[in-house]
């Protein structure tokens, strides 16, 4: 069940300041406040429709999976090619299965970094790919 809840902007704040700057929402910050841990299905009980990250649509997969059963390893490099933008982004698969960036912000899923990225809702197992050009989805 999702429930309303108004605050003031001096608790926002301080929300904000324990939040990680990309990752959280006001819910996963009160959840870690509150010594609260995430749900087993990866998404927020408050909100059926929005996973911690923040995103709604896609299903959410993080990369431990992927280096448990060797599809792919610790410090491997993903690509995406933005063709229509002339851009590609560089990311690295880190240890604990989330995504490093153009070496600066880490993510816990590929959607989450691809969303950010491009600022709208993106499948990550779609458009991250492997250095020799397979999509996460197909790995």
């Given amino acids: 069940m999702t429930r309303t809840i108004r605050i003031d902007d ?3 704040e301080a929300l904000q300041a324990l939040a990680e700057p990309l990752v959280d929402t006001p819910n996963s910050a009160l959840r870690k406040l509150l010594k609260l841990d995430l749900p087993a299905s990866g998404g927020t009980s408050a ?4 996973d911690d990250q923040g995103e709604v649509g896609f299903p959410q997969y993080g990369l431990a999976d992927f280096l448990e059963d060797g599809r792919l390893k610790a ?3 993903l690509v995406w090619h933005r063709r229509n933008l002339r851009r590609e982004y560089r990311a690295e698969v880190l240890g604990n299965g989330n995504l490093k960036v153009e070496g600066l912000r880490v993510f816990g899923t590929p959607s989450r970094a691809a969303a950010v990225i491009a600022g709208n809702q993106q499948s990550g197992m779609r458009v991250w790919c492997t250095e020799d050009g397979v999509r996460l989805t197909d790995l």
């Fill in 10 to 12: 001096e608790v926002f």
């Fill in 47 to 50: 909100d059926p429709e929005a």
């Fill in 75 to 77: 410090g491997q490099r």
